[in-house]
């Protein structure tokens, strides 16, 4: 079945500064990348998706990066802020399945220090 | 717009107890999910229903859960007997499109 493989596990960063976290997949029929964020005792929320006809989506200090020949895809926050601390989780759709159907990866905690 | 939503939001069991879990989804939704998420882990589906039936639960261990949905909007999860292994949180989403929308999920802890 489909992979999804997420890099770091944690990452710190100073306020102000960039984070960057990656994401491969295995499937590469995959059409679909959300990126959700989920705060400590809080759902996931969706902050940003892309598809695969496109390399790249921003969305103010957030941005999207999709590379389908290597299967990969990152989520670029700039100008990060303490309230962007958080668990964020990639997800692509399983091998032959509904997009739907969302494979996430293990999660990559962030950390903005003030 | 009210969101999805989950009932209880906490439930501390014995183990070998059964247990049950509500979810209402947003009005409209015809895809709905229970995901599973241990402490530290991404979520893991566990069913799939679009409407009322079931089109995906390859990932559900059905010797001790199972699910329903009868009306293809509230649904129950149940698990019997339960196991310490199953302590984890149980998330319900639901979805019209691609994105997916989840609730506040429900944190069992069985002793």
């Known amino acids: 079945g489909e992979n999804v493989e997420q890099h770091p596990s944690t990452l710190s960063v100073q306020e102000g500064d960039s984070a960057v976290i990656k994401c491969t997949y295995s499937?590469?029929?995959?059409?679909?990348f959300p990126w959700y964020k989920q705060e400590l005792g809080k759902r996931p929320q969706l902050i940003i998706d892309?598809?695969?006809?496109?390399g790249e989506k921003k969305d103010q200090r957030i941005a999207v990066t999709l590379n389908k020949t290597a299967k990969h895809f990152s989520l670029h926050i700039t100008e990060t802020q303490p309230e962007d601390s958080a668990v964020y989780f990639c997800?692509?759709?399983?091998?032959?399945?509904?997009?739907?159907?969302?494979?996430f990866g293990k999660g990559t905690k962030l950390s903005v220090k003030p | 717009e009210a969101g999805v939503v989950q009932s209880p939001r906490y439930k501390i069991i014995e183990k070998k107890q059964p247990v049950a879990f509500w979810c209402n989804p947003i009005?409209?939704?015809?895809?709905l999910y229970w995901y599973l998420q241990n402490l530290g882990q991404g979520p893991e589906l566990l069913i799939r229903?679009?409407?009322?039936?079931?089109?995906?639960d390859s990932q559900l261990p059905k010797d001790r859960f199972s699910a329903e949905r009868l009306k293809g909007v509230d649904s129950t999860l149940k698990i019997q007997p339960a196991e310490l292994g199953d302590s984890a949180v149980y998330l319900c989403?639901?979805?019209?499109?691609?994105?997916?929308?989840f609730g506040q999920g429900t944190r069992l802890t069985v002793v």
């Open positions: 989403a639901s979805s019209l499109g691609d994105e997916a929308f």
């Open positions: 499937d590469s029929a995959s059409n679909y």
């Open positions: 892309i598809r695969s006809n496109v």
């Open positions: 997800a692509a759709p399983p091998i032959g399945g509904s997009q739907g159907n969302l494979i």
């Open positions: 009005s409209g939704h015809n895809t």
């Open positions: 229903y679009e409407n009322e039936e079931a089109v995906d």
